[in-house]
Protein backbone atom coordinates (compact mmCIF):
# COMPACT_ATOMS: atom_id res chain seq x y z
CA UNK A 1 0.00 0.00 0.00
CA UNK A 2 1.14 3.57 -0.60
CA UNK A 3 2.20 5.66 2.39
CA UNK A 4 3.98 8.81 4.05
CA UNK A 5 6.62 7.74 6.07
CA UNK A 6 8.75 10.42 8.21
CA UNK A 7 11.80 9.88 10.07
CA UNK A 8 12.89 9.62 13.11
CA UNK A 9 9.84 9.58 14.71
CA UNK A 10 11.63 11.16 17.89
CA UNK A 11 14.65 13.29 18.22
CA UNK A 12 16.79 15.40 20.71
CA UNK A 13 19.33 17.34 19.80
CA UNK A 14 21.34 20.25 20.89
CA UNK A 15 20.93 23.91 20.02
CA UNK A 16 22.75 25.02 17.49
CA UNK A 17 23.02 21.48 15.74
CA UNK A 18 21.85 21.26 12.22
CA UNK A 19 18.90 18.69 12.00
CA UNK A 20 17.13 17.18 8.95
CA UNK A 21 13.98 15.68 9.36
CA UNK A 22 13.09 13.21 5.92
CA UNK A 23 9.82 12.51 4.79
CA UNK A 24 9.42 10.24 2.00
CA UNK A 25 5.68 9.15 0.09
CA UNK A 26 4.94 6.37 -1.91
CA UNK A 27 1.77 7.93 -3.83
CA UNK A 28 3.76 9.91 -6.70
CA UNK A 29 1.81 12.90 -5.47
CA UNK A 30 2.95 16.42 -6.64
CA UNK A 31 2.31 18.67 -3.30
CA UNK A 32 4.11 18.08 0.10
CA UNK A 33 4.05 19.72 3.03
CA UNK A 34 5.63 20.29 6.60
CA UNK A 35 3.47 21.68 9.20
CA UNK A 36 4.68 21.67 12.86
CA UNK A 37 1.79 21.04 15.68
CA UNK A 38 2.49 23.48 19.00
CA UNK A 39 -0.08 23.35 21.24
CA UNK A 40 -2.57 26.38 21.13
CA UNK A 41 -1.34 27.28 17.69
CA UNK A 42 -2.75 23.77 15.31
CA UNK A 43 -1.14 23.16 12.47
CA UNK A 44 1.29 25.73 11.20
CA UNK A 45 2.98 25.46 7.37
CA UNK A 46 6.31 25.74 7.34
CA UNK A 47 7.33 25.13 3.57
CA UNK A 48 5.48 23.19 0.96
CA UNK A 49 6.29 22.02 -2.57
CA UNK A 50 4.13 21.56 -5.62
CA UNK A 51 6.95 19.47 -7.84
CA UNK A 52 10.48 18.46 -7.97
CA UNK A 53 12.65 21.62 -8.01
CA UNK A 54 9.65 23.99 -6.37
CA UNK A 55 9.66 24.91 -3.07
CA UNK A 56 7.63 28.01 -1.09
CA UNK A 57 7.59 28.99 2.07
CA UNK A 58 4.81 28.87 4.47
CA UNK A 59 3.69 30.78 7.63
CA UNK A 60 6.70 29.69 10.09
CA UNK A 61 9.75 29.76 7.83
CA UNK A 62 12.53 30.66 9.61
CA UNK A 63 15.14 28.93 10.97
CA UNK A 64 14.11 26.19 8.28
CA UNK A 65 14.65 25.12 4.63
CA UNK A 66 13.66 22.03 1.71
CA UNK A 67 14.88 21.32 -1.51
CA UNK A 68 12.91 18.51 -3.57
CA UNK A 69 15.14 16.85 -5.94
CA UNK A 70 12.71 13.93 -6.67
CA UNK A 71 8.76 13.42 -6.48
CA UNK A 72 9.13 10.99 -3.20
CA UNK A 73 11.04 12.87 -1.39
CA UNK A 74 11.21 16.47 0.62
CA UNK A 75 13.54 16.71 3.67
CA UNK A 76 13.18 19.58 6.12
CA UNK A 77 16.19 20.96 7.62
CA UNK A 78 16.78 23.06 10.36
CA UNK A 79 20.28 24.92 10.13
CA UNK A 80 20.82 25.80 13.51
CA UNK A 81 18.48 24.25 16.05
CA UNK A 82 16.83 26.09 18.97
CA UNK A 83 15.06 25.67 21.58
CA UNK A 84 12.04 27.59 19.86
CA UNK A 85 11.71 24.87 17.40
CA UNK A 86 11.14 21.97 19.91
CA UNK A 87 7.51 20.77 18.45
CA UNK A 88 5.85 17.75 16.41
CA UNK A 89 6.71 18.14 12.75
CA UNK A 90 3.95 16.40 10.26
CA UNK A 91 4.60 16.28 6.86
CA UNK A 92 1.61 16.02 4.05
CA UNK A 93 1.07 14.94 0.59
CA UNK A 94 -1.39 15.34 -1.85
CA UNK A 95 -2.52 14.62 -5.48
CA UNK A 96 -5.21 17.25 -7.07
CA UNK A 97 -3.31 20.27 -5.88
CA UNK A 98 -2.73 20.86 -1.93
CA UNK A 99 -5.57 23.70 -2.18
CA UNK A 100 -8.07 21.04 -3.29
CA UNK A 101 -7.80 17.74 -2.48
CA UNK A 102 -7.21 15.97 0.80
CA UNK A 103 -3.65 15.91 2.77
CA UNK A 104 -2.10 12.33 3.31
CA UNK A 105 -0.17 12.90 6.71
CA UNK A 106 2.78 10.83 7.96
CA UNK A 107 2.85 9.80 11.76
CA UNK A 108 4.72 12.62 13.17
CA UNK A 109 8.30 13.59 13.97
CA UNK A 110 8.79 15.07 18.11
CA UNK A 111 11.62 16.79 17.82
CA UNK A 112 13.27 18.39 21.51
CA UNK A 113 16.03 21.17 21.03
CA UNK A 114 17.48 21.11 24.99
CA UNK B 1 -5.44 36.41 4.67
CA UNK B 2 -6.81 33.24 4.98
CA UNK B 3 -7.66 32.77 8.64
CA UNK B 4 -9.36 29.67 10.72
CA UNK B 5 -11.12 30.29 14.32
CA UNK B 6 -12.03 27.53 16.31
CA UNK B 7 -13.02 29.49 19.81
CA UNK B 8 -13.29 26.21 21.68
CA UNK B 9 -10.25 25.15 22.81
CA UNK B 10 -11.46 22.56 24.79
CA UNK B 11 -14.77 20.75 25.02
CA UNK B 12 -16.26 17.88 27.92
CA UNK B 13 -19.28 15.99 27.65
CA UNK B 14 -21.13 12.78 28.88
CA UNK B 15 -21.14 9.73 26.32
CA UNK B 16 -24.34 10.10 24.32
CA UNK B 17 -24.62 14.05 24.25
CA UNK B 18 -24.71 16.02 21.04
CA UNK B 19 -21.57 18.17 20.52
CA UNK B 20 -21.11 20.98 18.19
CA UNK B 21 -17.48 22.26 17.32
CA UNK B 22 -17.53 25.48 15.85
CA UNK B 23 -15.20 27.16 12.77
CA UNK B 24 -15.28 30.46 11.55
CA UNK B 25 -13.42 31.18 8.71
CA UNK B 26 -11.86 34.22 6.59
CA UNK B 27 -10.84 34.43 3.14
CA UNK B 28 -11.35 36.71 0.00
CA UNK B 29 -11.20 33.66 -2.25
CA UNK B 30 -14.87 33.27 -4.61
CA UNK B 31 -13.61 29.56 -4.81
CA UNK B 32 -12.19 27.63 -1.56
CA UNK B 33 -12.64 24.71 0.05
CA UNK B 34 -13.18 23.35 3.65
CA UNK B 35 -11.93 20.50 5.83
CA UNK B 36 -12.08 18.84 8.94
CA UNK B 37 -9.44 16.57 10.83
CA UNK B 38 -9.67 14.19 13.39
CA UNK B 39 -6.52 13.82 15.81
CA UNK B 40 -7.01 10.90 17.95
CA UNK B 41 -4.67 10.68 21.13
CA UNK B 42 -2.43 8.26 19.00
CA UNK B 43 -1.46 11.10 17.49
CA UNK B 44 -2.04 10.51 13.39
CA UNK B 45 -3.96 12.92 11.54
CA UNK B 46 -7.19 11.56 10.17
CA UNK B 47 -9.41 13.59 6.99
CA UNK B 48 -12.99 13.57 7.67
CA UNK B 49 -14.62 15.48 5.07
CA UNK B 50 -14.19 18.18 2.52
CA UNK B 51 -16.23 20.72 1.33
CA UNK B 52 -16.31 23.58 -1.76
CA UNK B 53 -17.31 27.25 -1.37
CA UNK B 54 -20.49 25.88 -4.35
CA UNK B 55 -21.56 23.54 -2.15
CA UNK B 56 -23.71 24.87 1.58
CA UNK B 57 -25.50 21.46 1.62
CA UNK B 58 -25.39 20.16 4.90
CA UNK B 59 -23.61 16.42 4.91
CA UNK B 60 -24.35 13.63 7.41
CA UNK B 61 -22.04 10.27 7.48
CA UNK B 62 -23.72 8.12 10.97
CA UNK B 63 -23.18 10.54 13.85
CA UNK B 64 -21.10 12.95 12.05
CA UNK B 65 -23.17 15.70 10.35
CA UNK B 66 -21.55 19.19 8.81
CA UNK B 67 -23.07 22.67 9.06
CA UNK B 68 -21.48 25.04 6.06
CA UNK B 69 -23.27 28.82 6.24
CA UNK B 70 -21.75 31.39 3.70
CA UNK B 71 -23.27 34.17 5.55
CA UNK B 72 -22.04 33.29 8.34
CA UNK B 73 -18.34 32.00 7.56
CA UNK B 74 -18.80 29.25 9.71
CA UNK B 75 -18.36 25.60 8.90
CA UNK B 76 -20.13 23.74 12.21
CA UNK B 77 -19.26 19.70 13.08
CA UNK B 78 -21.83 17.56 14.79
CA UNK B 79 -21.35 14.98 16.53
CA UNK B 80 -24.82 12.95 17.83
CA UNK B 81 -25.09 10.19 20.58
CA UNK B 82 -20.97 11.16 21.27
CA UNK B 83 -18.65 7.82 22.40
CA UNK B 84 -15.61 8.00 23.86
CA UNK B 85 -13.91 7.31 20.90
CA UNK B 86 -14.71 10.30 19.57
CA UNK B 87 -12.80 11.65 21.90
CA UNK B 88 -9.62 13.83 19.84
CA UNK B 89 -8.40 16.98 18.31
CA UNK B 90 -10.78 18.49 15.66
CA UNK B 91 -9.40 20.77 13.44
CA UNK B 92 -11.19 22.77 10.65
CA UNK B 93 -8.83 24.13 7.68
CA UNK B 94 -9.57 26.07 5.35
CA UNK B 95 -7.52 26.36 1.67
CA UNK B 96 -7.83 28.66 -1.59
CA UNK B 97 -7.67 27.31 -5.10
CA UNK B 98 -6.35 31.20 -6.86
CA UNK B 99 -4.90 33.10 -3.96
CA UNK B 100 -1.55 33.53 -3.63
CA UNK B 101 -1.54 31.91 -0.47
CA UNK B 102 -2.34 28.60 -2.32
CA UNK B 103 -2.19 26.20 0.59
CA UNK B 104 -4.43 24.60 3.56
CA UNK B 105 -4.52 26.81 6.66
CA UNK B 106 -5.63 25.29 9.66
CA UNK B 107 -7.45 26.49 12.83
CA UNK B 108 -5.92 25.90 16.24
CA UNK B 109 -7.88 22.71 17.08
CA UNK B 110 -10.64 22.23 19.65
CA UNK B 111 -9.55 19.15 21.80
CA UNK B 112 -12.47 17.14 22.56
CA UNK B 113 -13.52 14.67 26.35
CA UNK B 114 -16.11 12.22 26.51
CA UNK B 115 -16.90 11.12 29.37
CA UNK B 116 -18.49 7.60 30.38
Known amino acids: DAEITQSPRHKITETGRQVTLACHQTWNHNNMFWYRQDLGHGLRLIHYSYGVHDTNKGEVSDGYSVSRSNTEDLPLTLESAASSQTSVYFC?????????????FGEGSRLTVL | AQKVTQAQTEISVVEKEDVTLDCVYE???????LFWYKQPPSGELVFLIR??????QNEISGRYSWNFQKSTSSFNFTITASQVVDSAVYFCALSGKYSSASKIIFGSGTRLSIRP
Open chain 1, 92 to 104: ASSVVGGDTGELF
Open chain 2, 27 to 33: TRDTTYY
Open chain 2, 51 to 56: RNSFDE
